[in-house]
């Protein structure tokens, strides 16, 4: 084994542990996934956005030779009685119960052995809905009596939703409240007051590998195969469904084909474990691109901002209003509701903040984590926000935040003190790659430019745990255990250098065991930034108590202090031959106090804080409003890169994706119906489409509880990404375009309302 | 997909005996890519497809007249084909320029002129081109084969004029020196959408006179269309900034139709705008 | 029978042999008859590239292309590219480059990009962007695929003089 020097694993760019398998064709997903005598599933979807189901007929599609069954919640029920299931609340059935939400919903799926015949029966099957009022927007639903759902049915992993147990007559799934000083005072006593209103579109995660789960019920055991981002709460979700302990239950993830927050908590997972239990043989559903935009998207948002602001350009009031359009099922939608309610202020030291945050029903595909939890759609309002009144005070927008600016050692408006959080720094590098205060040629022909600058932050969901297990073998290498997915990220490899920095060890040379929950321990998910800080440390302290023991061991067996004796002449020594194993455990969950259910004031409410600050220039055509981001920037604060590469990836990867949902996608909808649910008509972003000159860094920061100074990378470029695009083409054109995305065609009616205004 | 006949005719008349009558559901294919889109998104199932690659020598290939006025080109002649062949990048350069932005290297190498022509997408990048370039389709049929002018070809969305049994056999090409030609695909989304507008545009141009001009409108409209309102405001003309922006504004009457491109009113907008813009660009 | 047949062709240099139904993709053949992962399908529309196959030499959409076609054919996939343990050029630079994440789009971006390069040695951005316009990857690893083309080109014109 080559000797490694402590401290050289930290800060080196790596190629990706799996690479070869990845470049080779033979990287294993849950895609490609046969099991013997497996049963491929395809579903029948309902075709109104919200009805009460009338009669499924299902006996001409059963009736196609080659059809062994097909199932309806009925059927479902004779095994599971309670067929509910949800991270958040018990809201969606296996398959629709007696009324439809949303159009898309499944209502049956047949089983067939080939999964040819099961689509070609699909046609054969008749369903008679009767059509009730429906509702799509989050305002409208928020009062409408036209109900999604009867009752709420929070579920009781998430203690905080109790209170929301049983309540009736209402779309409102979670009012979140933060409360700090005395706004309406404020307000009272301001010297200018401000109010927008912004929204955000719904758009989907299009992971490549569509959602996909295998499931194998038999004799008791259930194990799955999934294209999961969440195998610990896949496991404990389905032991609830099935009423078994979570021994009985495996679930297993290879490779993921991306995930970005779709394949979070349970997903196709509850239905197909359903139908292997009913028919007792393994079943297999893959969805297509297309069924994709039925399962999980990103929320659309209303959110209305208010602040009240000193003559010098102080704010010393700001009130939050943002609904959030949740779709047809909770999902996790709940906790995207606080967790970005929680920061919608934004990075801005403010004496007096109000926040009411709703999770709304409404009859669309349901809506969940993508990417940011949220805080992107609150950051497209805040700091769009923060220019508009930069304009109308006649104010820089730079020192007009830097003003404003939450620095450490002050309190966030729910009262934890910020620590660790480059927010400024992150600003200050992305007003200097962009040339913040370098001429521009403003105007050329038709052409206007303009440039833009926003900030975000965000915290993690808390509290979180992840368990990982250092393993030496008798010879000395090395395997690590976790539950962390690694779906591109490179977490394999991050983990690997984490346990090679504190053994010693070469981390390309450490074997990291993919989640099978019979195996690798819990990890709450692969979701929100967490993996780096979280695992990272539970990986550093279960190396480090691997490290210890074998100390330990070298001490038992009389040798002398600093001897370095190789472990596997360790074990050589005390087993008298190649035998044993050094088994090192971690665990850790980061210091959290829950907030005050009325005033959302903790003292500790995030492990910490994600940052990011964006620039961009635009150049826009005055005539048609086509415009071209020529030069793009995104910088965030990740503590101590571990590997700068990976983390550079993530911050572009996550600059692009969230470009996309500034630019470009948009799931549109007409009485209900989506209308481009395929990538024919729902364009992502592609070679093309990237800005010429796109530059993304991480600041020089340390996170000082971090596992060598690092935290996560995944999302804080998704924060500040869309604010800075469209305060740049408001710096051009002259005024703010409110609703997202922003396409030509909504640069063009704002330029010209302009001229109709008799603007410049 | 299960109960899918494939057939391999050698010869036309085994082909239309396969396709059968108005009534029968078989399908004569060319690459394939829009059937099968349009198969797996249920849209359509057809009984039997009919490869039409063994049926007819002259389903295939690009030949220039020896008197060197027109092309000639096999309905299943591929767009790589087409993007890659010398002679069509000499004499009809806006072809290949078109090719850049059609679909991606992968259909082009599969999708052919001949079904690309039959699937009757109004989106489509080629068959304005065709049209601004005066091109017309042989057919072949049951009762014989047919000179059909492109202009009369297109019925509207995804509907053509071919007869029933008919099939189209080959694009004729008229080369026409000293025409100055463009396809501009407006996109505006990803660039690797389809257009929201597409001006398929040539003039003919002696000394500052425009002695004749071709507009063709694609993507907004349920088929590709002349533009003849504007193009007879040009013809005879000197091309000054004015008569331009009277062109223009001569497509305010055309139909246009909203989608998730962008509505009927901006799409209106673009057109006017390019419009503009490439004639005077085309004029200089 | 005309909706099912027997195809003969030659699979990463191997003469293959499989009956093949009328509506069945070549992506299909693929992974239900020869186990090959590589080639995969997502969008289902010829538009993302992940089921890039190379069939006589050209790049096809393997979930638009029925395997009827491919008798006697040469058929390429992502599996047949290294030499045993030596990996193609353009393995390697995709590999130094990090021109991947989850790796779900990446078989098609590299046969792609070996056809890129058989057709421009020492492409520009502006070919590299336009090449590969119909091969998606959303986590968006493409400014480092670019920097990957560079390389492999690179390592090809190196080869290519030795």
Known sequence: MATITAGSQIGRSIPRLESRDKVTGRAEYTHHLKLPGMLYGKIFRSTMPHAKIRKVDTSAAAALPGVYRVVTIDDIRTVIPHPYYGPAFHDQPVLADGKVRFAGEPVAVVLASDPAVAEEALGLIEAEYEELPAVYDELEAASSPHLVHDELK????????????????????????????????????ADHVFEHEFRTQQVMHVPMEPFVTVADVANGQATLHTASQGPSFVRIEIARLLGWPENRVRVKVPHLGGGFGGKLYIKLEALVTSLSLLVARPVKISLTMEEQFFMVTRHPCTFRIKSAVTKAGKITARKCEVWWNGGAYADIGPRVTQKAGFTSAGPYDIENVWIDSFAVYTNRPPCGALRGFGAPQTAWAYECHMDMMARELDLDPVAFRR????????????????EDADIEASMDLALERIGWNAPLERVSGNIRRGRGIAIGFKGITAPTTSVAIVNVYADGSCVLYISTVDMGQGSDTVMAQIVGEVLNLDPEKIKVIHPDTDVTPYDMGT??????????????LAAEDAKNKIEELARDLDMPPGSNLPVAELLRKKYGMQAGNIIGTGSFMPDYQKPDPETGQTRKATPFWGVGASSAEVEIDMETGEFKVTKLVNIADVGVPINPKLVEAQLSGAGIMQYGFTTIENMIFRDGQLTNGSLADYKIPSLLDMPKVFINEATRSNQKD???????????????????????????????????????????????????AGGH | ????????????????????????????????????????????????????????????GIHLSSDGKAFTIGAMTTFAALEHHDAIAKHLPVITQTMVTLANPRVRNVATIGGNLAHADPHLDLPPVWLSLDSSIRTIGPAGERIVPLADFFAGYYETNLLPGELIMQVHVPVSPGWRRRYVKITTRSAHDWPAVGIALGLQMQAELCTDVRIVLSAATDRPLRLEAAESILRGQKLTPGRIADAAQATGDIHIESDSRGSADYKAHLLKVHLARALQDLSE | MSNQRIVNFTLNGEKSTAIVRGGETLVELLQNKFDLKGARESCGQGLCGCCTVLVNGSA????????????????????????????????????????????????????????????HPDPSDEEIRHYLIGNLCRCSAYPEIIEAVHLAAAKMRVLARA
């Open chain 2, 1 to 60: 997909m299960i109960g899918l006949d494939i057939h391999e005719p050698q010869s036309l008349e085994e082909a239309f005996a396969l396709l059968g009558d108005d009534e029968s559901t078989a399908r004569p294919m060319g690459g394939g890519t829009a059937l099968m889109l349009m198969m797996k998104a249920r849209l359509f199932k057809p009984s039997a497809l009919v490869s039409l690659a063994k049926a007819d020598p002259r389903f295939h």
């Open chain 1, 706 to 756: 971090g596992p060598f100074g690092a935290k996560g990378a995944g999302e804080s470029t998704t924060i500040a990404l869309s604010p800075a695009i469209g305060n740049a083409i408001a710096d051009a054109i002259g005024v703010h375009i409110p609703d997202l995305p922003v396409t030509p065609e909504a640069v063009y009616r704002a330029i010209q309302s302009l001229k109709n």
């Open chain 1, 403 to 418: 003003m404003n600016m939450l620095r450490n050692g002050r309190p966030q408006a729910g009262g934890t003190v910020m």
């Open chain 1, 527 to 540: 979701l929100g930034s967490r993996s780096t800080y979280h695992m990272g440390t539970a990986v550093r």
């Open chain 1, 154 to 189: 929070p579920a009781a992993t998430f203690p905080d939703l109790q209170h929301l147990k049983g309540r009736r007559g209402t779309n409102i799934a979670l009012d979140y409240k933060m409360r700090r000083g005395n706004v309406d005072a404020a307000f009272a006593s």
């Open chain 3, 60 to 119: 096809v959409a393997g979930c638009l292309m029925l395997a009827w076609f491919v008798d006697g054919a040469d058929v390429q996939t992502i599996e047949g590219l290294a030499n045993g343990n030596n990996l193609d050029p353009v393995q390697e630079a995709f590999i130094e480059a990090g021109a991947f994440q989850c790796g779900f789009c990446t078989s098609g971006f590299i046969l792609m990009t070996k056809k890129l390069l058989s057709e």
